[in-house]
């Protein structure tokens, strides 16, 4: 039986490099021979063992790769093909899946819901930090890479690019509209790059990272509003005249951040919250207008399947939007428990990992 | 000068009649001679002192009447038509409106929009329960009354209804939904109604006076759980078989009503908030599955504008819904400080007051 | 090998019973062992040759049954169970699936999308008037029959109350809107229904055989049309104050009725098309305001897939709606060349025939 | 009584520069001294009698200008601010209005709707070819021109940049859709810039003027189809996989690329038409599907008021979009005469001309 390296969470402050055996698909499956990948904020909170997942299971969502052996039962594709699969998988036949709910798929419960149960790689199944990984459901998540595209310019694809993008998407940004965007991390520019992308004419971001600051302006952030020098809300609130803005993007998973979001909101503007939260979050009276504002708080998760991830690859082949300066530290698999030290660490200014098997 | 009577906040704890002058309508107003007006929960966190309005201020946002003089600019209308007029009276000019967003208007501010500032009546400026009232934008507010709908018909329109029908309409009800209902006041009911009325198969009501459980399940009930004999979360989700609702309303402002609504949210679900809450909120991170639940929150304030109000009496006229059975007392406005005291300390099984001035 | 009976379509003018092997579920079928089916005016068009299929293929796309066999990447269902399938059985894996649009489903295509591609049953593959038919994807299609519901009370959902129903939700109808149906056969009268579940509060009918007209008034129509004895477009205007209908529902596939729903629209209204056409459509210039009017023109292909069924006995379960009525005539298998000719020639006030293997 | 020069549509055939009395603004109204305007392909409609107007009226409906004088019940501007108002000038109070339907304002009609009712500058009411222009319902429409932006800069917004737009938005585009756009003179080059601004991956601009198609691709286009050297239809399935289009947008009015546009759209897809029509359209069966296909047709007119002209202008200030190049022409009002000859005949890549009184 063939054996392949993976990084495998054994137990918190520990994932470490393993030898395991190469997965064999059953029927809906496909092996992925993976040729990048990268390591989520999610997984750092899985490393310290605030994310509970099974010891031994190999971590990682994010992956770039080639089609190893299909399912006896996947048509459509074949082996050699170049893909990625999104972080989040969804079965495409449960409840949730058919209601268009991806990420909340839940094909083993009776009633097809499961609270983020369409993320699985490096949650529930073995991940894509290892040479090989199998992809479940293959026909609803495998991707081709469109001819001319290379690894790195689709690795935020899987999860990065499609999260903060729908930071922007769940907010329904229309042309015109004025956004804030809390914290400049990876999701947070590419919520500033969605931003820009759906038609926000006065976008703000909201860091004190100079470098993140800077991308953020690249991205398409016209206002930048370092929360160290000045109060956050006050200086959106003079940047818009009083009135607030109409889209507050939150990509941090902070009090403080969903607190300020919804302070610089315009009466029946929308919260739009990615992060994920480690607390009780407090809705303070004053600033939800006692309920009457018409306000909304909306939490998306990743979409992913593979047309999510069509029109994602799509954005990068015509040009929209480049990524690849996220792509700040490359490491090869072997070394990737260094990788998660510097990353976990945040040192070096940053940003994404690319990781090669 | 002709001379009035109107039920004038004076200070917390007193509402009493009074004199005032009859006011003359500007170019853009109408003066309403009212037939029937109500009493809201609103009022009485006016009379508290939890709601702040001017001393002096005549309460009451419910007007049904008779248009008895016009504005000098105001066409389309004639004098002695029967109309009703929402509790919240939107410009139809301020950014907020011409947006759509008609209960946050603020014509007076610079950019538009002010929190909750399509509620004037009783609020910011004088409200009907009183012999007349001024009615501000009179042609984006006076709704002609059908022919044969008498006042008690038409009573819980400008308010009750408008309000919990948003709840069902902002929580985008569908065909075959499951919905739960927190609380069944006046506006609960409304709630459980518009959701029947939207094509909901569950509807799962959650209070605990006999009466209005009651009357829940004669407008469109499925279920009945009284919080007081059962665990409203465990068995919302035992009827539902553990997958939760798609939709929660909450109508009552409390945090174990929030509360509770969010914990029976399927994942993707919304919980549509009618509520006027009194103190800070809190969103317990697992009910919130930390933000990874594609969870929606929505608060809706009672829609106002005389095209609103057309469509509401439509449902009255078309028999779909009567809602005079919310009407379980009468008084004449001279006795309406002895109405006061009976709705707010919730006597005798009271729902609504018709007040006849 | 075991053989079973079915209906299959020879030439222009026959559809015979015939003698077929029982197919053999692939690794993603279910075998459905058919205990109720009907007759569709779509196969009508079949037989007639206007609807070309292949020679020999079984027709019929209304099934409900039991679980007779699973394919071996089957999972969440066990045999023996009571199941209805969808007249649309989409994969839940193409790209058009996956987003949203199951009906378009071209899991074959190379880009996923397929005209009216998620229609299988009776037209790319063998149909269930037989005494076995094979579900392909059966972990999208197949749907439990809630106890208590027999066969009848669930053998609209296929296809009469899901195209119905969606000629009401693609018309977005709102509470309080004035809706407009043209023709009542059980399609007409199942968008009838559908528009009184999502609050309608005018509906008019437009049909002219009595009992047709009946049936409605009973389904929600507030008013009856027949258009023998008046022009329906004066008469909806008339009864709608030359306002016209916000909402006007094509349910024939003609150009008489898709011109009468385009010309009673109010500016700025939907017409939801559910009809399907044999020529070739004319958009009268005046009937469309040149282009100017904000209308809106939307054809819907019956919803399918497990998740859409559930919803529908929901609905039937809950009591909304009781569509046995519509079941006006019952034949074996055996003799259901009689009950096509019947159909086909719309004797005997036929609405819809209960055919029983 | 102060006089001023006009463009006065006459009879078929003539338009000419009279002198007329300044108007006089009634209690709702703002008199705006016009600093710049334009012709729009709709005045070239009037001067054929295609579209008929009243002899004598103004034409011309997109103004630039100096608040010169405030009826006696506008609030909330102060004469000699710089505004522009839109074609459309909704009331803010019939039903159409309230029920964010602006373009089918019907104030003086009994039920509030009137087909293209909002449209009422040289169509219904004197337009603003002239020195001066009365804007109805001032306060619904009157929008300042943000400091910084000059006349040319924000001349489009009233009509062309709306419209164009529109036919991006009624068409709901999406991150990473796939857009065709059916000629390219003002209007479809603004539908171009709008469905890049919304996010469009792939633009398909079809034209044969090479200026044209140059600019359409500065202004967002991915690939240019000039429709005499290829057929566009075969072109655009070639250029997109045999799929077709997610949206496509109609900027002509002919039944050429009404068809076109349908042929070149995905099952699901959205036609987005914006042309003015002058014939009966004709829907060919095959590219409807028959009606099967979830195609959807939409029309927008120009969405007015000064909401939307607050938005567009934003656009042009946050510098996302640069509509100059249009003006390819200038003429001071006293030669409008001829510029009406150069437009009608589109001589010398005639674009738009900027008129100054």
Redesign the interface.
Known sequence: MARMKAAVFLEPGRIVLEEKPVPEP???DALLRVTTTTICGTDIHILRGEYPVARGLTVGHEPVGVIEKLG??V??YREGQRVIAGAIT????S??????????D????????????G?KFGNTIDGCQAEYVLVP?A??NLAPVPDGLDDEQVLMCPDIMSTG?SGA?SGKI???DTVAVFAQGPIGLCATA?AR???A??IIAVETVPERLSIAQRLGA?HVVDFKRVDPVEEILRLT????VDVAIEAL?TQATFEAALRVL???GTLS?????????????DA??????????????CPG????M???M??I??D?LDLRPLVTHRFPLDRIEEAYELFAHQRDGVLKIAITP
């Open positions: 059953g029927p809906l006896s039962a048509k459509g969804p079965s495409g036949y409840e949730a899946s058919l209601a268009g709910c991806h990420a909340q839940g094909p083993g419960t009776s009633h097809g819901w499961k609270p983020a149960g993320w459901d026909m609803a993008f998407e229309r042309i015109g969605g992308l759906m038609g004419t006065t016209d005249g009083g009135r607030g998973g315009r009466p029946g919250s990615l992060g994920v939260y480690s607390s009780d979050l407090k809705i303070p009276l939800f207008a006692a309920g009457l504002g018409d306000h909304k708080i909306v939490t998306t998760l399947g593979k047309e999510r069509r029109r994602l799509n954005v082949a015509s929209r």
